[in-house]
């Protein structure tokens, strides 16, 4: 029995933590992802192309990695978030394509959070940080180079 109990100790301690993110459903699923940005109840924006221009993506919490948001359920799949694709059939610069390494720009529309943008996933390396109510016309760190989103 004590032999059975330490093998069972043995593989909780070395097994691989989860990586999916709470609320990696609502970021990739709900509908406030393509509303208009600053109507959205997701409140920091991305822009495809420099001085929000081109399609967008709205974000309403922390992403560990753009390219794989983990939706968790029964779902073992990891997916990357994506531009949202406008009424115009997806003739706007940016539509349809991967948020990571293709974010211009960026806004923040909350009124208490400070919304980073960083270089590489898991919220490391050089970040481009908006304050409350602030947007970025052009990264300065991160132009093309984003790869995670975290709120602080």
């Known amino acids: 029995m004590a032999s059975l109990s330490a093998a069972l100790a043995g593989s ?78 997806g003739k706007t610069p940016g539509s349809g394509q991967r948020v990571k390494n293709n974010a211009a720009a960026g806004e923040n529309f909350h009124y208490k959070y400070t919304a980073r943008v960083y270089y590489k996933s898991g919220y490391k390396g050089v970040y481009d940080a908006m304050a409350p109510y602030q947007h970025i016309d052009r990264f300065p760190n991160v132009y093309n180079e984003n790869a995670s989103f975290k709120w602080v």
Request: hydrophobic share 35%.
């Open 12 to 89: 909780l301690v070395f097994a691989p933590a989860a990586t999916a993110n709470v609320h990696d459903d609502d970021n990739l699923y709900s509908i406030e992802g393509c509303r208009v940005p600053g109507s959205a109840q997701f409140k920091f924006s991305l822009w495809y192309n420099s001085g929000q221009n081109g399609t967008y993506r709205n974000v309403g919490y922390s992403v560990y990695n753009f390219d794989a948001l983990v939706p968790g359920g029964s779902d073992p799949g990891a997916y990357p978030m994506k531009f949202c694709i406008l009424r115009d059939g």
